[in-house]
């Protein structure tokens, strides 16, 4: 246990505490000292246990308002946290979709370009076989032009 020295309301009073806690001691001894030496100044010298009472409720009032924020802090982040969940499990799911409609996109072009080729090859064996059947028909237009002029 360590001492410390405390002064509050212009007296010196020897305190006790734990090893390493002997500043936080000191400044919570400070705050009080300030509280009621505010109060002190605002009501007048009302007796020093009244004084010290009203010095308790002030900071009691101070720390159920802190606790009441930390407490709404809690419950916001609470629901912060519930919508966040929502809205990864929206985008997880979002990009699960895609995902397939690019799949299914890229089937569907793969088809398309098979069809191509297919079309492709079709058209050239048209393209060839026109091709055979003009240059026969020109051969044979040739063939009786020279028959008949012969």
């Known amino acids: 246990m360590a001492n410390v020295n405390i002064k509050f309301n212009n007296k010196d009073y020897l305190l006790s505490c734990d090893e390493g806690q002997e500043e936080s001691l000191q400044e919570l001894a400070k705050h009080l000292d300030t509280k009621y030496n505010e109060l ?10 009244k004084l010290l009472l009203i010095t308790a409720i002030k900071i009691i009032d101070d720390y159920f308002d802190l606790f009441k924020k930390s407490k709404n802090n809690k419950s916001h982040f609470e629901k912060l946290s519930i919508k966040f969940k929502e809205l990864r499990s929206l985008a997880i799911n979002y990009k699960e979709e895609k995902e397939k409609e690019i799949e299914k996109l890229k089937n569907e072009l793969g088809a398309i370009k098979l069809s191509a080729e297919e079309n492709k090859d079709s058209y050239e064996k048209i393209l060839d076989k026109t091709t055979e059947s003009i240059e026969k028909f020109i051969e044979n237009v040739e063939a009786s032009y020279k028959e ?3």
Do not use: S, V, Y
């Open 40 to 49: 002190k100044d605002n009501l007048g010298n009302i007796g020093e246990n």
């Open 148 to 150: 008949n002029i012969q």
